[in-house]
């Protein structure tokens, strides 16, 4: 049932009953208005009957707060970005897909004097990456060049909840294209099927598991326009479908 309600210009609105905010926007349709919203944080659904919702308020619904986890808001297609805690997310204007927590202690236990920075990746890349309020690293290892990041989520189906996440950088870089990823430590299906195209990258001392994925000709490096943010979709993008297949 619907029922049409005025809004300021005077043209009836309509307004559904209950609105799934993930399949609105996993289909690229602006969410309407409605009396109720059910939201994915995590893997919980809820049920609010409001919009607009302030990250604390968002955390709050399965029973967190801003002092012990950080909120982060996905969109389809694009990274996920942190929302803090008196931020507002308008359910009708984001287009948001999901939400994610993480506890703030799962940094490995590293500060920011033990982080290295070997190298210097481009300002945007580097503005990026402090956005996502992980640890990250810029490393030399036999003659090539890598960014590690600390504590990279993982959608549920896999054997851990977070990894360490290797990009090499290549000589050229913007102009030359990331290429694969590498993970540590080594990544499983919970349901025991086997993940196709794996070998293996030893990188300061430690066997990573590389992910031989890469781009096609219908998806091709952009120089310019691709950097660290869009290869880090893509590989959400790998992760998700391996466990579509």
């Known amino acids: 049932m619907s ?13 559904i009953e209950e609105v799934d905010v993930e399949e609105y926007a996993r289909n690229n349709r602006l969410v309407p208005h409605a009396k ?35 909120l982060y808001e996905h969109f389809h297609g694009r990274q996920p970005e942190p929302i803090q805690p008196d931020q507002e997310v308008h359910l009708h204007k984001h287009q ?17 004097a033990a982080l290295r920075r070997q190298f210097s990746l481009p300002a945007a890349d580097e503005q990026y990456l402090d956005s996502l309020h992980l640890e990250w690293e810029t490393v030399r290892d036999a003659g090539q060049l890598w960014l590690l990041i ?5 959608p549920r189906g ?14 050229g870089y913007a102009d030359s294209q990331i290429d694969m990823v590498y993970f540590f ?9 086997a993940i196709a195209a794996l070998s293996f990258q030893l990188l300061c001392g430690e066997n990573y598991q590389r992910w031989s994925r890469h781009r096609t ?7 310019g326009v691709d950097d660290v943010s869009t290869h880090l979709t893509l590989v959400d993008d790998w992760l998700s479908r391996e466990l579509a297949r």
């Open 3 to 15: 029922e049409a309600e005025p809004i300021q210009n005077g043209t009836p609105e309509v307004v």
């Open 36 to 70: 109720r919203y059910v939201i994915r944080i995590d893997k919980e659904r809820r049920v609010v009957h409001t919009p607009v919702l302030t990250g604390k308020q968002i955390l709050e619904l399965v029973g967190k707060t801003p002092d012990k986890f950080k």
């Open 96 to 112: 948001v897909e999901r939400f994610t927590t993480m506890a703030k202690d799962t940094t490995e236990g590293r500060t920011a």
């Open 150 to 154: 600390h504590g990279w989520k993982l």
């Open 158 to 171: 896999y054997n851990v909840a977070v990894a360490r996440l290797a990009l090499q950088i290549p000589g």
């Open 185 to 193: 430590p080594p990544l499983e299906r919970t349901d025991r099927r």
């Open 217 to 223: 000709p219908a998806n091709p490096w952009r120089p």
